[in-house]
């Protein structure tokens, strides 16, 4: 049986020939967003959106929460995703990020399905379980604070349905996860949590070496 395929430059954009359909008004936002200063590096990958997207048809997403807005290219992805009548609740530390994005979810003609909530993820996390009641959201889409995951993680799945999914994005921490020299404060969260999903009962798991790590978890 074979093994995992070694991309290189030439088969990545092979990859990205035949599948990836990142529209002018997506690369509008991705090319915005590279001109920030660490904008290259924390924005996601096409390719990831548009998986992200995928799930959440395939899932029936009809209520999302996002942890983590940046300049919502994300945001974009999933809200496309929804029927009319859908909610995307995204929260985001600042206001300054997601005003960058608003402008394009209003071209893509999505913005009124789309809750911007500033502050604590947490806090709206809580709010939003208080608000909608357990196991009414689809989809929750983690990519924040590495040191919040396992709290994000644990205030999410009470939200999330039976069968419905949560996705995390940066779990293997641009490889810094297997590399013994690397202790600093993020990767030590983000190999505590990795472990704990392992152990987690709750939750069906697969860790996708996609991107710099995506998991999805399902709830059972």
Same mark, same amino acid.
């Given at each position: 049986?074979?093994?995992?395929?070694?991309?290189?430059?030439?088969?990545?954009?092979?990859?990205?020939?035949?599948?990836?359909?990142?529209?002018?008004?997506?690369?509008?936002?991705?090319?915005?967003?590279?001109?920030?200063?660490?904008?290259?590096?924390?924005?996601?990958?096409?390719?990831?959106?548009?998986?992200?997207?995928?799930?959440?048809?395939?899932?029936?997403?009809?209520?999302?929460?996002?942890?983590?807005?940046?300049?919502?290219?994300?945001?974009?992805?999933?809200?496309?995703?929804?029927?009319?009548?859908?909610?995307?609740?995204?929260?985001?530390?600042?206001?300054?990020?997601?005003?960058?994005? !608003?402008?394009?979810? +209003?071209?893509?003609?999505?913005?009124? /399905? %789309?809750?911007?909530?500033?502050?604590?993820? #947490? &806090?709206? *996390?809580?709010?939003?379980?208080?608000?909608?009641?357990?196991?009414?959201?689809?989809?929750?889409?983690?990519?924040?604070?590495?040191?919040?995951?396992?709290?994000?993680?644990?205030?999410?799945?009470?939200?999330?349905?039976?069968?419905?999914?949560?996705?995390?994005?940066?779990?293997?921490?641009?490889?810094?996860?297997?590399?013994?020299?690397?202790?600093?404060?993020?990767?030590?969260?983000? !190999?505590?949590?990795? +472990?704990?999903?392992?152990?987690?009962? /709750? %939750?069906?798991?697969?860790?996708?070496?996609? #991107? &710099?790590? *995506?998991?999805?978890?399902?709830?059972?």
């Amino acid at each position: 049986m074979a093994g995992q395929v070694e991309l290189d430059e030439t088969l990545r954009g092979y990859v990205r020939e035949v599948s990836l359909r990142e529209d002018a008004l997506l690369a509008e936002l991705r090319r915005e967003t590279a001109a920030l200063p660490g904008g290259a590096a924390m924005q996601l990958m096409a390719e990831e959106g548009q998986f992200l997207g995928l799930l959440a048809g395939l899932v029936g997403a009809r209520t999302v929460v996002e942890v983590g807005t940046f300049t919502g290219y994300s945001t974009l992805c999933l809200a496309r995703a929804l029927p009319a009548d859908g909610r995307l609740v995204t929260c985001d530390i600042s206001p300054r990020w997601p005003r960058i994005g !608003r402008p394009y979810w +209003e071209r893509a003609g999505v913005a009124d /399905r %789309i809750e911007v909530a500033v502050g604590d993820a #947490a &806090d709206t *996390l809580a709010r939003l379980l208080d608000e909608l009641g357990p196991g009414s959201v689809d989809l929750v889409f983690i990519d924040a604070d590495k040191t919040g995951y396992a709290r994000y993680y644990e205030d999410a799945l009470p939200l999330v349905r039976p069968g419905g999914l949560i996705a995390v994005d940066n779990t293997l921490f641009f490889g810094r996860v297997v590399d013994p020299g690397a202790d600093d404060t993020d990767t030590e969260a983000i !190999r505590k949590f990795n +472990e704990a999903l392992r152990d987690d009962e /709750r %939750i069906d798991l697969t860790l996708l070496p996609f #991107a &710099d790590g *995506l998991t999805l978890a399902r709830k059972r």
